[in-house]
């Protein structure tokens, strides 16, 4: 079945540094890919998509391209503020259920001033 | 705008018990569907339904859980005789129509479950 491999947390960063989220995923066909966030006390947001292969999801400074060849779909921003702090969720869609989410554990970030 | 509305957010309950979740969509949504969160792991799929119908179901345990869509009112997801196991953050999400890659499932803040 469909599966998503998101890198352990929790990250701990400084104001100001780089952010990478490694994901990884599994599925049958070509899934379509999805970054959610969650900040504290609110429920998931999407921040950024990609449909197929070589494209590439950007909001708010982050992105994320669609790798097919290596099955990943990594999060970056280059320089990350204090209001960044949050659980990342990675998550995909495949097949003809594509109102299906298939999410990764999220990664918990917390950047520091 | 009200967003993706669930309560209660916290909801403790003793082995046997009954638990009860709502969910009230965004404005205008007809498609709401049901994930679980199980500690240290991702969200997974529960249920998909539309007003009055359940439209996907092969995520939910077959005994003790059920879910509806009424006409009128929330959404519940209801858990009969629950045990430890289904200690869980239990989140909704709504979307205007089916179907992610043309639209967007917005989710609500969840319902965090404990059983003692």
């Known amino acids: 079945g469909d599966s998503v491999t998101q890198m352990e947390g929790p990250v701990t960063l400084s104001e100001e540094a780089f952010l990478t989220i490694n994901c990884t995923y599994t599925a049958t066909g070509y899934p379509s890919l999805f970054w959610y966030v969650q900040y504290p006390g609110e429920g998931l947001q999407l921040l950024l998509k990609a449909t197929k292969a070589d494209d590439k999801g950007s909001n708010k400074g982050f992105e994320a391209t669609y790798r097919k060849e290596t099955t990943s779909f990594h999060l970056e921003k280059g320089s990350v503020q204090v209001s960044d702090s949050a659980v990342y969720f990675c998550?995909?869609?495949?097949?003809?259920?594509?109102?299906?989410?298939?999410f990764g554990a999220g990664t918990t970030v917390t950047v520091r001033a | 705008n009200a967003g993706v509305m669930q309560n209660p957010r916290h909801l403790v309950r003793r082995r046997g018990q009954e638990a009860r979740l709502r969910c009230s969509p965004m404005k205008g949504h007809s498609h709401v569907y049901w994930y679980r969160q199980l500690p240290e792991e991702g969200l997974k799929f529960m249920v998909y339904l539309q007003k009055e119908n359940i439209i996907d179901e092969s995520g939910m345990p077959k005994e003790r859980f059920s879910a509806e869509f009424p006409k009128e009112g929330p959404s519940i997801l209801r858990i009969q005789q629950v045990v430890r196991g289904d200690s869980a953050a239990y989140f909704c999400?709504?979307?205007?129509?089916?179907?992610?890659?043309?639209?967007?499932?917005?989710f609500g803040a969840g319902t965090r479950l404990s059983v003692l």
């Open positions: 999400a709504s979307s205007l129509e089916a179907g992610m890659v043309k639209n967007i499932q917005y």
């Open positions: 998550a995909l869609t495949s097949g003809s259920n594509d109102y299906k989410l298939s």
